[in-house]
């Protein structure tokens, strides 16, 4: 006997539906699978009878084939063990056929016959959803995540025998739907942390808030202990919520890493990645043999926060260019390339110097060969991908418990980011962008228009410090964030300076790059 079940499968950060196939006849008895398959879907069969033997039923001595289709494909992980199983048991008259159409299986199988929590449910409900499946069986950890699917009905089961019982009475299957209410949103999401902590440092807030407002990539560098890492970590403080487009985005690269919780199944908060600078390639953007997201595509939406830049190795530093400029991370295989979304507000901090004092000639106590060769270790294309660079200066004096009054906190910087942004969506309605950030040359032209005066005043800056056109671009995207965030229609002087100001950074430290 021949039947026929759903099941899906990943490739990169989107599911595929995956046919599987069971046909149960007369011959030497044998049990077969084929379908261009990975070491750990193979080790399915054995799963599969000690599961059938453990759950009372019978699996007779007959020749017993197994493919998943579409054949050329790889098919990875444990997550077709139920869909196997289920597709032998209609075969068996076990269960009916038609109390499986328009359903798919999802799950591992236990020896003892218990259904296992998979990775990657998100994504693969997603799939199902969008191709008319109306109902999707999953192990009972995993429900909760299934319901995060609009229009698709999750049923959990915590055994292949209870399975078989709801199935042998499809009347009585009563499984979840999607609802808002089991998915709150972090309106008002809580922090141990504050930006009223930041004593002082207004430019360093100012920078941060425009960072923030336009998503554009931001470095601190400055002095051992002034607070680099203290500011960079409030940035997650006044980032707006997450929408549920972006959320459903984010919390299927999440599944797909098993970073997903039966309590939180979708990403509500905006995601604050610091990788260590002993990071590897792969942990930083992606990889494995099946390929699975980065640091990078996991700080989407949110912020990727590295730490003591200059102590990264360059090679890895320098892998983030093309994401920092696309958006997107693109990781190949000799068998396919697997596209991974990466579109996070980078930040950076690190010291000028190895001894951190630089450019304190005072007290710093490295050599100019030293200088050069720390600083050098951040490349010149790297520091082009970077908007917003904002020194953070040593304080003239004592600064005790108490001992300057408290700045803006969070919550009204945050406001004002967001109404920056709300600007910005107005703005760009229409177009296949969002943030000022991420404005490209014809935009720029469009929305970043400039008086004869504000033009000639940046001309004559550029030929001062001629920066790169990437550079020239920066300090227009940078300045038209700064008038949304004062509430201006059109870029002023003021905007502009602000915007040249900070991308000084670059001839301030590396100087001698340019020969100076």
Same mark, same amino acid.
């Given at each position: 006997? +021949? ?12 599911? +595929?539906?995956?046919?599987? @196939?069971?046909? !149960? ?32 039923? =019978? ?75 109306? $109902? ?25 025998? @209870? &399975? ?8 009585? !299957?009563?499984?979840?739907? +999607? ?18 902590? !930041? ?51 984010? *919390?299927?690269?999440?599944? !797909?890493?098993? &970073? ?36 990078? *595509? ?64 005072? $007290? ?7 200088? /050069? ?17 904002? @020194? ?23 406001? $004002?980011?967001?109404?920056? =942004?709300? #600007? ?9 962008? $969002? ?44 300045? /038209? ?31 001698? #790059?340019?020969?100076?």
């Amino acid at each position: 006997m +021949f039947s026929n079940i759903m099941s899906f499968g990943l490739c990169g950060v989107e599911a +595929f539906p995956v046919s599987v @196939e069971a046909d !149960i006849s007369d011959g030497l008895p044998g049990f077969i699978m084929v379908g261009y398959l990975a070491q750990e879907v193979r080790e399915a069969q054995e799963r599969v009878r000690a599961s059938f033997k453990n759950s009372g039923f =019978r699996l007779p001595p007959r020749k017993i084939t197994v493919n998943l289709s579409p054949a050329g494909v790889r098919k990875e992980g444990t997550a077709y063990d139920l869909a196997i199983a289920v597709s032998m048991l209609c075969c068996l008259g076990q269960i009916a056929p038609e109390s499986v159409n328009g359903s798919a299986f999802i799950g591992e199988l236990g020896l003892d016959g218990s259904i296992k929590p998979v990775r990657g449910v998100l994504p693969r409900a997603y799939a199902a959803s969008k191709l008319g499946i109306n $109902r999707v069986f999953l192990p009972a950890e995993n429900v909760r995540e299934g319901m995060a699917a609009r229009g698709l009905e999750a049923v959990g089961a915590g055994s292949l025998k @209870e &399975l078989a019982q709801l199935l042998a009475d499809p009347a009585s !299957i009563k499984g979840s739907w +999607f609802d808002d209410s089991l998915f709150p949103g972090e309106e008002d999401p809580e922090f141990d942390m504050d930006f009223d902590e !930041i004593r002082g440092l207004a430019t360093v807030r100012r920078a941060s808030e425009a960072a923030v407002a336009g998503k554009h990539n931001i470095l601190y560098i400055g002095p051992a202990g002034t607070g680099k890492t203290m500011a960079a970590r409030r940035l997650a403080t006044i980032l707006p919520p997450l929408s549920l487009e972006e959320s459903m985005e984010l *919390s299927k690269l999440y599944s !797909i890493c098993g &970073l997903l919780t039966a309590d939180r199944p979708l990403v509500r908060m905006r995601p604050f990645r610091s990788p260590h600078h002993s990071a590897t390639a792969a942990a930083l953007t992606g990889g494995g043999r099946n390929p699975r997201p980065g640091e990078i *595509s996991l700080a989407t939406h949110g912020i990727l926060f590295l730490d003591e830049l200059a102590e990264f190795p360059p090679p890895l530093v320098d892998l983030l260019r093309q994401p920092m400029e696309e958006g997107r991370i693109v990781v190949s295989r000799s068998s396919r390339a697997v596209e991974f979304p990466a579109d996070p507000l980078v930040a950076a901090a690190m010291n000028p110097c190895k001894c951190g004092f630089y450019p304190d000639l005072g $007290r710093c106590r490295c050599s100019e060969a030293q200088i /050069r060769r720390y600083l050098g270790r951040i490349s010149g294309p790297f520091l082009d991908r970077i908007d917003i660079g904002v @020194e953070v200066p040593l304080p003239p004096k004592f600064v005790g418990a108490g001992g300057r009054e408290k700045g803006e906190s969070s919550a009204v910087m945050r406001q $004002r980011v967001m109404e920056a =942004r709300k #600007r910005q969506e107005e703005r760009f309605a229409g177009e296949r962008i $969002r943030f000022n950030g991420q404005m490209k040359a014809r935009q720029i032209e469009r929305f970043c228009p400039l008086s004869k005066a504000d033009q000639a005043f940046l001309e004559d800056v550029y030929r001062r410090l001629p920066f790169s056109i990437r550079g020239q671009e920066k300090i227009l995207k940078t300045a /038209r964030t700064f008038a949304d965030l004062d509430g201006k229609e059109e870029i002023g002087r003021e905007q502009l300076m602000e915007a040249v100001a900070f991308r000084s950074f670059e001839r301030s430290y590396w100087g001698f #790059r340019f020969g100076e």
